[in-house]
């Protein structure tokens, strides 16, 4: 994973903080020319700063879009590379760099390197949560809005392998009805879901339906009532008839369903050992204060080498144009 900038300070006296630090972020993002983006696993107070809010697949569509000269991205390390692959000229900042992805670290470069060449004739699809690395070695990116999709417009005799993550290829071939070679990396947040746990918020909730991430493991999904993205979550609880719903994905997506529709009630799924490991502990390194500060000292910059970036951005444009 590339990080840059290590001049980075990030002051944690609380006293050199403006007493207004939401009004101080809105004057520095208007001085700068700056937009933010963040993730729905972020915490409320900085959703609620954003200018925009989404999953991966809408943060990248929005990064593409943006006229903005400084993006100021909200969320994980690959999220504020891609957005540097798509802005090469403008400064990309990550409040946190050591806002990684479990997920993504579960593929390294080298070994997938490797994996690939075991299997040169296949195509390489995959999810946009893997290091800029990755995405230089793929032919096209997805998104958990977008795999299905992606995958149904590849010729039937094309070999796919799909990577990084296990329980979405899974989750495809299942929609798709095609093999694929998958590639073993999985979420810690959405491996943690205990299916014991779910059976019995059902029935504690026998009205309420069950809404999933496909990067849940299969014996959590079979329970689903309904399956998507974040995004397509959120969608999903605001059209439903329902009025109680058992969230199976990062709680913070709760905050925007809470908001959007204050009179159902939304249930976020427990983890094993009734643990807070559903809680995803790189999203939650970014906070409001080191956004701040990094709109501040206009660092940590992401940056990559000019070689990765070119790469990468191929399938990166191929899968906004199939989307």
Same mark, same amino acid.
């Given at each position: 994973m590339f990080s840059t900038t290590l001049s980075y300070q990030n002051p944690t006296n609380a006293a050199t903080l403006p007493r207004d630090i939401v009004s101080a972020i809105q004057t520095l993002k208007r001085e700068m020319n700056a937009v933010i983006l963040a993730h729905y696993y972020q915490d409320p107070d900085i959703q609620d700063i954003a200018d925009y809010i989404g999953d991966s697949l809408g943060l990248s569509r929005q990064a593409a879009d943006t006229n903005a000269e400084v993006i100021v991205f909200a969320g994980v390390h690959f999220m504020a590379e891609t957005a540097k692959i798509l802005n090469p000229n403008k400064l990309v900042l990550l409040p946190d760099l050591a806002a990684g992805c479990s997920l993504a670290d579960s593929c390294p470069p080298a070994?997938?390197? #490797?994996?690939?060449? /075991? @299997?040169p004739d296949h195509w390489v699809v995959s999810y946009i949560n893997c290091s800029a690395e990755i995405k230089a070695m793929s032919d096209i990116i997805c998104t958990?809005?977008?795999?299905?999709? =992606?995958?149904? #417009?590849?010729? =039937?005799? !094309?070999?796919?392998?799909?990577?990084?993550?296990?329980?979405?290829?899974?989750?495809?071939?299942? #929609?798709?009805?095609? /093999?694929?070679?998958?590639? !073993?990396g999985s979420c810690i947040v959405h491996e943690?879901?205990? /299916?014991? #746990? =779910?059976?019995?918020?059902?029935?504690? @909730?026998?009205?309420? /339906?069950v809404i999933a991430h496909p990067e849940c493991e299969p014996s959590v999904l079979r329970h689903a009532n309904y399956i998507g993205s974040t995004t397509a979550l959120l969608k999903y609880a605001l059209q439903s008839q329902s009025s109680t719903f058992i969230v199976v994905t990062e709680p913070g997506i709760i905050h925007q369903m809470q908001k959007d529709a204050p009179h159902k009630r939304f249930i976020p799924a427990p983890a094993m050992n009734q643990c807070a490991c559903n809680e995803c502990p790189h999203m939650r390194l970014n906070t409001l204060e080191k956004l701040y500060w990094a709109m501040k000292t206009r660092s940590p910059e992401i940056t990559l080498p000019v070689a990765i970036q070119t790469a990468a951005l191929r399938p990166i444009q191929r899968m906004l144009a199939m989307s």
């Open positions: 070994a997938f390197a #490797q994996f690939k060449a /075991e @299997h958990s809005s977008n795999a299905v999709k =992606i995958v149904n #417009q590849i010729p =039937i005799d !094309q070999p796919i392998i799909f990577a990084p993550d296990r329980n979405l290829g899974r989750y495809v071939m299942e #929609q798709t009805g095609r /093999e694929m070679r998958l590639w !073993q943690t879901f205990s /299916e014991k #746990q =779910i059976v019995r918020l059902q029935m504690e @909730h026998p009205d309420a /339906e």
